[in-house]
Every structure is written in C-alpha cells, then in structure tokens.
C-alpha cells in the first residue's frame, strides 16, 4: 500500500508485484505478531479442571493478572473451570479469538491446529512438548503444514508461552508476572526465563515482554527482533540463545534493528573435533563466530542472567553516551579507585576535570581537599555535596558521564546521596542540556540495599559492585557509538 | 571458478596456481608465479631473481615438512638443479615457481563455511603461532569498510598493525585485501568450504598473498 502511495514507476512489472506481495506479505506477519502479543481475546485449548495440570495452571494465570481482553476455555468433557463458561471446542466460541494457547498432547496438535485454522484464528502458542527435542520431527512438520495453510503463526512448540506486564497478560503456564517495564527478554529456555522474570522483581528491573521461544518451528529470533523493533513498550531486546535457528536472517534482522540488543549466547564450548584441513577450518569454533556476528550486528554479549539485566537496565533507563570519559563521584577513596581501574580495564576513560569544573567543585569540599577525577567528597559528605559534585561533573566538557557511588562508611548518609541522584536523574531527564548517563553504585549489605529502593522505583540503575557499574557505562558508551554519538557534543 | 570446476573430477582442493589466479581476478596481490610441467617451461620464466620452488599438488598439505618448498634461488642455474632434485623426490608431480617476497607482518586471512550463518571470513596475526594464540576474528560475509576496520582493531595483537616498535604496516593494503576477499567469497559462497592466505606478508606500502589453499565443498 506504501508503494502505490508513493506512485512507485515500476508497477507494471510482474517483478515488482512479487516484490509488492511478499512486503506486504511480511507486513502482515508483523502485523499479526503484533496482535499476536496483545491479543483481545484468547482460547485456552486443553484447559483442565485438574490443578497442577499445565491445562489449570495456564487458565488460572491467565485469569490472574489485570488482562482486560476476553477469556475462552476449551475442553469437551467440562461446563466451567475457574468461574468460567468452558467451550466444547473453538467453533462453538461466537466471538472472533485474537490467539490460541494449545496445551494438549502433541499428537491431538494437528487436529486443534485444523480446527483454528477454520475459527480464522491467526496465532498460536503451542505450550505441548513431544516434538524435534524428541525427534518427532514428521509431527512438527505436520504442524507446519497445517500453519501454513491457515496462515497461522506458531510460537513453539514446547515453549512456556508469553507474559506482557504491560496489558496484564500472563499467557504461560508458569507462575510469576514480572513489573511493567520496556526491557523484553527473550529465551530460548523456558526454565531460564522463570528464573529471569524472579531476578527482575528482585531487582526491581521492569519488563515488557517476557517471550518463550520453545522449538522456533515457526516464529524464530528474526522475527522477534523485527516485533520488538515496532513494539512501542519495549526499548531493550534482552536474548537468550543457544543456537540462532536461521543465520544470515538473524544477523540481517539484528543489523536493521534500532534498538539495542544483548544477547547471553549458551554452548560456548562446544567441542569442534571435526576434520579441518585449513588453518581458518581449525580457528573457527561455531563461537568465535557467533562473537563476529554479534559485534557485526553491534549487539552487546553478556555471559549471565546479572550481566544481562545490568546492561539492558541500563541502556532501557540511561541515555547512551557520547564518548568514552567518565568522571566519578565517591565519599571514599577506596571505591573511587576501584571503579576508575574497572574503567581502564574495560577503555573507559577517567580524564582530568576542566578547570571550571575544579573551581564549581573546590567551593563545596573542606579546604583541604583537592579535587580530582575519581572526586572524593570525603567521608563527611551530605545532600548537597552530592548534589552539587554531580551536577559539576555532568556539566563538565570533558565527561561523557558519571558514575556515582556510596561506600557504607561510618558517617555516610546513603539515603541522602540517593536523594542527590534522584534530583540529578530528574534534571538529566528533563533538560537535555544534561542528557549524559548517570550510574549508581551503592555498596555494602542490606542496609544499603532498602535504600537503593528509592532509586529502583524511578527506573535508575543502581550496581551493588564496582565493575558491574563500569560494565553498565560501557555498554552506554558502546550505544552511543552504535547510535553515531560520539564525539558530536550536546 | 567454473573453469576450474570444469576439471577437477573428484578433486575437493584447489592448486595453488589456481587459487592465485583467482585472487588476481579480485585485485588480492599475489606473488608471481609460473606453472612448470617439464624443463623446458624453465626457458620461458621472465620472474626476477631470487624465487622459490615449492610442490604443487593436492597430495600435499604441509609442503615444508615434505622438503616441497626451496627458497632463495639465485640463478637459473640453480633453479635446474633444483628442479632436477624436486623430480627425483617428486615424480610426476607439477611445481610452482614464484618470486621471493620481502618479509612483511605475517597475517592470515581465511574463508570458512559456517553452517548457521554461512561463508565468513577470518583474520589474524598468522605465522606459526596463529594456532596457539589463536588471536583471530571473524565476520560473516559480506564485510563493509568498517567491518574489515573493526577487524584489525579486535585482535589483541592490534598494537603490531598499528606501529609497534618502528614496524610499519599500510593499513589500507590490508584492509582492500580483506574487502576483496569478501567480494571473492559472496560470488562463490555456494562452492567454497574453507580458503587460506597464509601468510600474507603485510608491509610498509603494500601485502601480499604468499601461500594460498582452497577447499571447495
């Protein structure tokens, strides 16, 4: 439609009409995933009365959650489940049904797929396991047919299914709903991604979507990507992979993407004793590879579930940064020396402040105390020096930005150094003239760890260790460059 | 290729006659070099003093640990006589003469079918330690600019390719080579396993190919 709109020449040739179909083709698959995600009524196919039965489990957490849209139960041999009206099969359902969650054994599949297809229900998340992880591989062909056929879009199988904190939709059998964010995770392993969205609430880390991706028999990473990129909730592309299903595709879908992405890749060791005969044979594990791809298609590598949350919290919450300097701010030399020597292991630099900036910063520190890059604001610190320090280092020409940190020291006052960051992030937010990342690093046990509270619930990232800020400012540094910010100034 | 591709009958490895040629139709520079079948094609080398006689045979993948490579040949006198000595030690098999080339940074740069995401190419420091350091990168093709530019700056060894101790190396050379060979390999991804250039000696104002291998699938 776009096309004929711009009064594309070339409509005449047979060429560009297949051209025409297939776009318009793959806007459909977009558009369909898109409803697919946040679909206005749903059917539970093989729902039970039985809890504990992934059947139960996944109607219950469906009806859970504030998901607004409209609920089905299919199952022949039950009138209600849960307080609702069950339906012997979908085309006895009236209404149009946006999705289907099939979680019947897999041999009954092909038929309940038959039967969408005729109701015209376009998606589908086939829960049931039984199918390529067992070698049943005529079955999921089957599968495929059918979707085919129908136009229907299959997540799985063998797949938890989805969760959207966003519209209060739980459409997985898995207990658990993560808070409303724009970081979307994707796994190809179901386990990991339960243990994913537990780590989020934990760190207060808001999620937007939570996506398990099962067998990839249909929907695979590049059409995820392709998703997430128009999803408007999600800012972040959080993945875990074990084995990309169709390469060259993933890495075109990862190049056009907009959004950042990080990506735990899972078998890094995998044994390559077969029989090379070149010298570039022998050096190519299918890892060094896929590390090629990912910096090719400037996606961030991370090596755990931490690691992928401090990064992607980061990059969904912090502006990218426009260069590589970093200043930062500590109440004690001990951290500040600690984070300027992660810095330098990871080529982030820690350079001298401008002379305004030592003079903004000489009229708030004890008379003795000379002002450097890490600044200390010694041990006897208050709001208003954190305040001040922070808003100089961030103005300061030569910072790209600050890390700020608060050790547990004897006369520290961390819930006022919070209240510093929490006035600095709010200014960084609202004025752009201070749009440089700031990142917290808090150290020092519980008591600390409530007072992070503060800073959790306005989406800052807060690190309870040194090099796990710096990894944080580097991966906003490596978005800036990604974007082709730096060196371009405010 | 598909001349190659013509006459190869079972063959799965590329002389290295016929790899060079096809590095020359992608403008990778190569050393000279010369097919020799019998005596006479001696007469006919218009190659400048001092080359090399190196085995050029599928048969053999380590041409050194065989004695199939002889260095420094002065004269012609001396490239009979080795000749004569390479006959005896290797019957019916062809040779390849070649010109000496001025030592360089050794590098290596590499084709490999990937079976996820296709044919990629490789680059490191090559030499005898390329293996044990196993300092190299890869990138699926095709490669832009950048990419070959990242590359060179990935290595750990990057220090060498940047002026390390008065060693010079043109960056550029490099840098055509690797987006040649990218261009290389995208017209012939279908075909090619695994290809080698190593070592390609990388100098002050240029680099070239001196030992070449392919493998097609």
């Given at each position: 439609m776009l096309l004929l709109k711009k009064g594309n020449p070339c409509l005449k040739a047979n060429r560009d009409l297949i051209t025409i179909f297939i776009q318009s083709y793959s806007a459909y698959k977009l558009m369909s995933l898109e409803r697919f995600f946040n679909p206005k009524s749903i059917a539970v196919i093989g729902a039970s009365r039985t809890p504990g039965k992934i059947g139960y489990e996944t109607l219950k957490n469906t009806l859970v959650y504030d998901y607004k849209g409209k609920m089905y139960p299919v199952n022949p041999n039950a009138d209600e489940i849960l307080g609702q009206k069950c339906y012997p099969?979908?085309?006895?359902?009236?209404d149009k049904i946006d999705l289907a969650l099939i979680v019947v054994p897999a041999e009954m599949v092909p038929g309940i797929l038959e039967e969408c297809g005729k109701k015209k229900i376009k998606n589908a998340v086939i829960v049931s396991s039984g199918f390529i992880e067992i070698g049943e591989k005529k079955l999921a062909e089957n599968i495929l047919l059918i979707a085919k056929k129908y136009g229907i879009r299959i997540l799985g199988p063998n797949t938890m299914g989805f969760k959207n904190p966003v519209d209060g939709l739980d459409a997985s059998f898995v207990f658990g709903m993560p808070y409303k964010g724009s970081i979307s995770v994707v796994s190809q392993s179901g386990a990991l991604s339960i243990g994913v969205i537990y780590h989020a609430l934990l760190e207060k880390i808001g999620l937007s979507k939570v996506i398990g991706m099962g067998n990839k028999l249909d929907i695979d990473d590049a059409d995820i990507i392709e998703y997430l990129e128009k999803d408007p909730s999600t800012k972040v592309i959080a993945m875990y992979i074990?084995?990309?299903?169709?390469g060259k595709k993933f890495v075109s879908a990862a190049k056009k993407c907009s959004k950042p992405i990080v990506v735990i890749k899972a078998g890094k060791t995998k044994a390559g004793a077969k029989a090379v005969s070149s010298h570039t044979g022998a050096m190519a594990g299918s890892d060094k590879i896929y590390d090629g791809v990912f910096k090719q298609a400037d996606i961030i590598r991370v090596n755990d579930v931490t690691e992928l949350f401090d990064v992607s919290n980061a990059l969904a919450n912090q502006p990218p940064a426009r260069g590589n300097r970093v200043g930062i701010i500590s109440n004690g030399g001990g951290a500040g020396i600690l984070l300027a020597d992660a810095c330098s292991d990871n080529d982030l630099e820690v350079p001298y402040l401008n002379n305004y900036t030592v003079k903004k910063l000489k009229k708030i520190l004890p008379p003795l105390v000379t002002p450097g890059n890490p600044v200390d604001l010694v041990a006897d610190a208050g709001f208003h020096r954190y305040e001040m320090a922070t808003k100089a280092v961030l103005e300061d020409?030569?910072?790209d930005g600050v890390i700020v940190t608060c050790v547990h020291g004897g006369y520290a006052r961390p819930r006022e150094y919070t209240g510093a960051v929490l006035k600095m992030v709010e200014l960084q937010r609202n004025d752009p003239k201070h749009d440089k990342p700031i990142i917290s690093c808090w150290i020092g046990g519980r008591e600390i760890e409530e007072v992070t509270e503060d800073l959790k619930n306005e989406y800052i990232p807060v690190y309870q260790d040194t090099t796990r800020a710096v990894n944080a400012m580097k991966a906003l540094v490596k978005e800036g460059s990604r974007l082709g910010l730096h060196n371009k100034g405010i | 290729m598909k001349h190659f591709l013509k006459n190869m009958g079972n063959r799965k490895i590329l002389k290295e006659n016929e790899v060079k040629s096809l590095l020359k139709e992608y403008n990778i520079p190569t050393t000279g070099y010369a097919l020799v079948?019998?005596?006479?094609d001696l007469k006919k080398i218009s190659l400048p003093y001092p080359l090399v006689m190196k085995i050029c045979s599928p048969k053999y993948t380590h041409k050194t640990d065989v004695g199939g490579v002889k260095l420094g040949i002065k004269s012609e006198d001396e490239l009979v006589k080795v000749y004569k000595d390479f006959q005896k030690k290797f019957a019916g098999e062809n040779f390849i003469i070649e010109t000496m080339e001025k030592p360089g940074v050794e590098a290596i740069v590499g084709l490999v079918h990937d079976p996820t995401f296709g044919l990629s190419i490789m680059f490191g420091l090559g030499g005898i330690f390329t293996e044990i350091f196993k300092d190299v990168v890869f990138r699926v093709l095709p490669i832009d600019r950048k990419d070959a530019e990242d590359m060179m700056s990935e290595i750990k060894s990057r220090k060498i390719l940047g002026g390390f101790r008065g060693i010079k190396v043109s960056r550029d050379a490099l840098i055509n080579i690797l987006l040649n060979v990218s261009n290389l390999g995208v017209d012939f991804q279908n075909s090619i396993k695994e290809m080698d250039l190593n070592p390609v000696f990388l100098r002050e104002k240029d680099a070239v190919v001196v030992d070449a291998r392919m493998i097609i699938k």
């Open positions: 099969n979908v085309k006895a359902v009236r074990q084995a990309a299903q169709n020409k030569n910072i | 079948k019998n005596e006479k």
